[in-house]
C-alpha cells in the first residue's frame, strides 16, 4: 500500500514524527495533492502553503481556486501567497525559475516559523531525484551532483521520495482525488522536461526499470560521498592556505602528492561557480609557467610560483580606490624620532618636489630601496620579498616629478633620506580604512 510505504520511508529517514506539525507545499499538481493526502491519511496534523507565481495566466488563478477548494473539502488552513515573480527575477538578474525557488523558500520558512510547523513537506518524488541525477550529469559534476535529493534539507523534508510518479498516479487514482495539470509541464524546452519527456522513454526502452536503476545507484553514490567528503575535508586542510575571507591559496606542490588531485582540486574550485573543463585546464597550468589566469563569476584563479592563488573578484567602485595618504612636514629636532613603521614614509623634506603622485606600480620602474646605493626593478623587489601576483598588482607607489620615493607599505628611496645635512622632515603616513 502506497501509505504504508511512505510512512515506512518517513520512519527509516526520520523526517519528522508523529505529533509534529506539517506545513505542505501544495501546488495543486498531482504530486502535491498526493503528498497532503497521503500525509493526512497517516494522522499527521498538516497545515497548506500555496503560491501563485502569476506566470501563467488564467491558469495561474486556476490552481489557486482548485488549492482553495480542496483544502475547504478537506478542512484543512490554507496559506496563499502571490509573487510578482518576473519582477523579482529582474530586480536580481536571475531566471525566473531561480526566481520562484528563492520567493517561495524563504516564504516557507518564515511561514513554517510563523504557524510553529516543525517541518517543510514537499512532493519531490523518485522521479525528480532521478532527472536531477541525469542533469547534473549532463552538465558535468562531482560525486556530490550524483546523489540525486537528498530526502532531507534543513527544514524541508520530502516524504515521497521513495515513490515513483506512477505509484503517485495510481494512490491518486484509488482516491477518485482530482488535481490540476501544469501546461509547462508538457512542453520540452527546459533541459529538465526534456530529461522527463524525451530521454527517460527512451532509456526506459533499453531497460524499463531503469528509474529505479538510477536511484539505487543514487543512494548508493550518496553513502559514498559521506566517506568521500570527509578524506576530502581533510585534503583541503593540507592543501588550502587561507589569508582572510577573499583570499585562498592552494599549494600546488602538496595538491599533486595527494591520492587524488584532480578530483581534490574540482571539489575546490566547483563551488565557487568555476566550470568542469575550466578546472581540468587549471589542473594541466599547474605543471606550466605561472601567471595564467582564470575567471569564474565571482573569483579569479592565477598560477603563482608555489601556490594557485584564488581571490574574490569585486566589481570596480565608481569612487577612488587609491590609498589615502596623510602628509605632514615639520622642521627636524634633536629629539626627533624616526617613525619604524611600514605604513609611515619619512623622507627629507628639501629635496621632494612637489606635487606628489600616488599610483599604481608600472612595469620598468625603479627606485633605489632604503638602504642600498643602486638601482632596483620594482617587480624584482617585489619578487625578492615573494609578493603574490594579486599582492603586486595592488602595489603603489608614490612619486615626486616621475622618481618613485616610497613604495607604499614597503620601503622609502634611499636618495631621500634624512641625512645630517636634513633640516625639514617629510612625514607620509598611509590612512588605514575604517
Not at 159 to 171: E, H, K
Not at 292 to 297: A, G
Not at 416 to 421: A, E, G, L, P, Y
Request: glycine share 4%; net charge neutral; proline share 3%.
Amino acid at each position: 500500500m502506497f501509505h504504508l510505504d511512505v510512512n515506512r520511508f518517513i520512519e527509516e529517514k526520520s523526517l519528522f514524527f508523529q505529533k509534529d506539525k506539517i506545513l505542505v507545499a501544495l501546488s495543486g499538481g498531482a504530486d502535491s495533492v498526493a503528498l497532503l493526502r497521503v500525509l493526512l491519511a497517516l494522522g499527521y496534523t498538516c497545515e497548506a502553503a500555496h503560491c501563485n507565481f502569476h506566470l501563467r495566466g488564467k491558469e495561474s488563478d486556476r490552481d489557486e481556486n482548485f488549492v482553495r477548494g480542496l483544502c475547504n473539502e478537506l478542512n484543512i488552513l490554507l496559506h496563499v501567497v502571490h509573487f510578482d515573480t518576473q519582477t523579482y527575477a529582474t530586480k536580481h538578474r536571475i531566471s525566473i525559475e531561480m526566481a520562484a525557488r528563492e520567493m517561495r523558500y524563504e516564504w516557507f520558512e518564515k511561514l513554517r516559523q510563523e504557524c510553529d510547523a516543525s517541518v517543510i513537506a514537499v512532493a519531490h518524488h523518485r522521479d525528480d531525484s532521478v532527472e536531477t541525477f541525469l542533469l547534473n550529469l549532463i552538465r558535468g559534476t562531482g560525486i556530490n551532483g550524483l546523489k540525486g535529493i537528498a530526502p532531507l534539507n534543513g527544514h524541508i523534508v520530502r516524504p515521497l521520495l521513495n515513490a515513483s510518479r506512477q505509484d503517485i498516479l495510481q494512490y491518486l487514482e484509488h482516491l477518485h482525488q482530482d488535481y490540476v495539470t501544469d501546461s509547462t509541464n508538457l512542453q520540452d524546452e527546459y533541459m529538465r522536461n526534456k530529461i522527463r519527456l524525451n530521454i527517460l522513454p527512451m532509456l526506459g526502452e533499453l531497460n524499463p526499470s531503469v528509474s529505479e536503476s538510477i536511484a539505487e545507484t543514487a543512494n548508493r553514490l550518496a553513502e559514498t560521498s559521506l566517506v568521500y567528503n570527509k578524506e576530502m575535508a581533510e585534503a583541503k586542510n593540507r592543501v588550502i592556505k587561507r589569508n582572510g575571507n577573499n583570499l585562498k591559496a592552494i599549494h600546488v606542490e602538496r595538491l599533486l602528492t595527494e591520492v587524488a588531485p584532480a578530483s581534490l582540486l574540482f571539489e575546490i574550485l566547483y563551488p565557487l561557480g568555476f566550470k568542469p573543463l575550466q578546472i581540468k585546464d587549471i589542473f594541466h597550468s599547474l605543471s606550466g609557467q605561472p601567471g595564467k589566469r582564470f575567471i569564474s563569476p565571482e573569483w579569479e584563479a592565477v598560477r603563482d610560483r608555489e601556490y594557485l592563488l584564488l581571490q574574490t573578484r569585486t566589481i570596480e567602485s565608481t569612487t577612488d580606490p587609491t590609498p589615502q595618504l596623510c602628509i605632514k612636514t615639520l622642521d627636524l629636532s634633536d629629539d626627533f624620532i624616526i617613525p619604524k613603521e611600514k605604513d609611515v614614509a619619512c623622507l627629507d623634506a628639501d629635496k621632494v618636489i612637489s606635487p606628489l603622485i600616488i599610483r599604481k606600480w608600472q612595469k620598468g620602474d625603479k627606485f633605489v630601496p632604503f638602504g642600498m646605493t643602486g638601482k632596483k626593478n620594482v617587480s624584482d623587489y617585489l619578487t625578492d620579498r615573494k609578493f603574490s601576483l594579486f599582492e603586486k598588482e595592488n602595489q603603489y607607489v608614490v612619486c615626486s616629478d616621475e622618481k618613485i620615493i616610497w613604495l607604499v607599505g614597503e620601503r622609502s628611496d634611499n636618495r631621500f633620506r634624512i641625512t645630517n645635512t636634513t633640516k625639514r622632515v617629510m612625514i607620509i603616513r598611509l590612512q588605514k580604512e575604517r
